[in-house]
T-cell receptor, first 116, second 118 residues
Framework: QQQVKQSPQSLIVQKGGISIINCAYE??????FPWYQQFPGKGPALLIA???DVSEKKEGRFTISFNKSAKQFSLHIMDSQPGDSATYFC???????????????WGLGTSLAVNP | DTGVSQNPRHKITKRGQNVTFRCDPI?????LYWYRQTLGQGPEFLTY????????KSRLLSDRFSAERPKGSFSTLEIQRTEQGDSAMYLC????????????????FGEGSWLTVV
C-alpha cells in the first residue's frame, strides 16, 4: 500500500507556465513533508519542505501548499523553465527529530518536462 | 565540502558475485544512510548509522547485505551472492545531528552507485 500517493506520473508544461504536482497521505502522524528534485543519473536533492503547522511555504519560484484536513500537499513551480525538467518526489516522515529522516516515505515521482 | 561521494558509480557484475560500494559522507555529518532506488520508484530506506553505530536496518536488507561504518566516517555496503533483483541504484546520504531548537535537518544525497547484475 502506497502511503504517499503522488500525481500526476508525468507532466508537460510550457516555459513560463505553472507546474503543479500533488501528493496525498494517510498517516496523520506524518509531520514533515519535503519535496526532492532528481535529475537523471543524480541523487535526489532537497528542494523545499513544510511542516503541518503552516499552510504554505514559498522559496523563490517554488511553493508548497499544505491542506492538513484533506491530508494533501502540493508543489507549485511558477514560471517553469526548461532547467526545471526533472523528476520530483514528495515524501513524508514521522517525528520532529532529524533522525526520523531515515523514515522518509516517498511518492513514486513525477517526471516534469518543460518545453522551451 | 565536496558533498557525499560514492564509488564506483557503475558496476556490472555476474549473478552470484559479491560487490562492495563505498560512501564518503560530508565531513562532520554524524548520520549516514543507505537507500536503494529502482526505475520509476522513490528511494527505499535500507539502513542508517549514527557515527559508527548501525541503528536501524530495513527488512529490505536481507542477510546477503551488510553495511559497515567502522570509524564513523566512510561506509561500505556489501552485497553477497548478487541476484538480478539486486539491480538498482544504491544511494548514500548523510546529515548532521539535529541541534536543539532546529526543525529537521536536510539529508544530502550522493549521486548513487548503479548496480547491474547480469
Amino acid at each position: 500500500q502506497q502511503q504517499v500517493k503522488q500525481s500526476p506520473q508525468s507532466l508537460i508544461v510550457q516555459k513560463g507556465g505553472i507546474s503543479i504536482i500533488n501528493c496525498a497521505y494517510e498517516n496523520t502522524a506524518f509531520d514533515y513533508f519535503p519535496w526532492y528534485q532528481q535529475f537523471p543519473g543524480k541523487g535526489p536533492a532537497l528542494l523545499i519542505a513544510i511542516r503541518p503547522d503552516v499552510s504554505e511555504k514559498k522559496e523563490g519560484r517554488f511553493t508548497i501548499s499544505f491542506n492538513k484536513s484533506a491530508k494533501q500537499f502540493s508543489l507549485h513551480i511558477m514560471d517553469s523553465q526548461p532547467g526545471d525538467s526533472a523528476t520530483y518526489f514528495c515524501a513524508a516522515s514521522v517525528g520532529r527529530n532529524a533522525g526520523n529522516n531515515r523514515k522518509l516515505i516517498w511518492g513514486l515521482g513525477t517526471s516534469l518536462a518543460v518545453n522551451p | 565540502d565536496t558533498g557525499v561521494s560514492q564509488n564506483p558509480r557503475h558496476k556490472i557484475t555476474k549473478r552470484g558475485q559479491n560487490v562492495t560500494f563505498r560512501c564518503d559522507p560530508i565531513s562532520e555529518h554524524n548520520r549516514l544512510y543507505w537507500y536503494r532506488q529502482t526505475l520509476g520508484q522513490g528511494p527505499e530506506f535500507l539502513t542508517y548509522f549514527q557515527n559508527e553505530a548501525q541503528l536501524e536496518k530495513s527488512r529490505l536488507l536481507s542477510d546477503r547485505f551488510s553495511a559497515e561504518r567502522p570509524k564513523g566516517s566512510f561506509s561500505t555496503l556489501e552485497i553477497q551472492r548478487t541476484e538480478q533483483g539486486d539491480s538498482a541504484m544504491y544511494l548514500c546520504a548523510s546529515s548532521p545531528v539535529q541541534t536543539a531548537g532546529r526543525s529537521g535537518n536536510t539529508i544530502y544525497f550522493g549521486e548513487g552507485s548503479w548496480l547491474t547484475v547480469v
